[in-house]
T-cell receptor, first 112, second 113 residues
Framework: GQQLNQSPQSMFIQEGEDVSMNCTSS?????WLWYKQDPGEGPVLLIALYKAGELTSNGRLTAQFGITRKDSFLNISASIPSDVGIYFC????????????FGTGTRLQVTL | GAVVSQHPSWVICKSGTSVKIECRSLDFQATTMFWYRQFPKQSLMLMAT?????????EQGVEKDKFLINHASLTLSTLTVTSAHPEDSSFYICSAYPQETQYFGPGTRLLVL
């Protein structure tokens, strides 16, 4: 099935640094979602974006829905060790109970 | 957020046996649930859409006779991996919709020997 391209694939950063990652698609989505997955667990929703151009924050996390509807980015400010994990973007089209298309994931590791 | 549970959290079985995995929505009703499979260091791939009271819809390339899905109530969907083989070893995750957003279960790790 289709997957969205995320970059970078992985990153090592120092505690306190800001992190930026993005997600691109060849097709349009009406909703963009960002999830974090810890090892051996299911993904947890971080931010949901419903409108092109929308910029939404959740604590130290900020995400934007690209105006072309084909991309989104996620920023994490002042990273801390518990930010370690895999971050997935997901695109969704209209209607509840609609399927998600997941990105390839960005693995984040934070060093002290 | 909404709570989705899975049982068991991990299972080891012999090749050729069948394994049933449960997905429950604990604090909401879900007419639709989704089943995903995730191989190590890879993303989640949708296997099928589970519909309460009707047949599941399978993604291309997923064998419906091998991965049996039953959504008998508004809070429970089950995935049965029939005649499991080592290549079926994976992390299986379900999700459900309370409103507009999917919430995921904690996953079930299957190891087929």
């Amino acid at each position: 099935g289709q997957q969205l391209n995320q970059s970078p694939q992985s990153m090592f950063i120092q505690e306190g640094e800001d992190v930026s990652m993005n997600c691109t698609s060849s097709s349009i989505f009406n909703t963009w979602l960002w999830y974090k997955q810890d090892p051996g667990e299911g993904p947890v929703l971080l931010i949901a974006l419903y409108k092109a151009g929308e910029l939404t924050s959740n604590g130290r996390l900020t995400a934007q829905f690209g105006i072309t509807r084909k991309d989104s980015f996620l920023n994490i400010s002042a990273s801390i060790p518990s930010d370690v994990g895999i971050y997935f973007c997901a695109g969704q089209n209209t209607g509840t109970a609609s399927k998600l298309t997941f990105g390839t994931g960005t693995r984040l590791q934070v060093t002290l | 957020g909404a709570v989705v549970s899975q049982h068991p959290s991990w299972v080891i079985c012999k090749s050729g046996t069948s394994v049933k995995i449960e997905c429950r929505s604990l604090d909401f009703q879900a007419t639709t649930m989704f089943w995903y499979r995730q191989f190590p260091k890879q993303s989640l791939m949708l296997m099928a859409t589970s519909n309460e009271g009707s047949k599941a819809t399978y993604e291309q390339g997923v064998e419906k006779d091998k991965f049996l899905i039953n959504h008998a109530s508004l809070t429970l969907s089950t995935l049965t991996v029939t005649s499991a083989h080592p290549e079926d070893s994976s992390f299986y995750i379900c999700s459900a919709y309370p409103q507009e957003t999917q919430y995921f279960g904690p996953g079930t790790r299957l190891l087929v020997l």
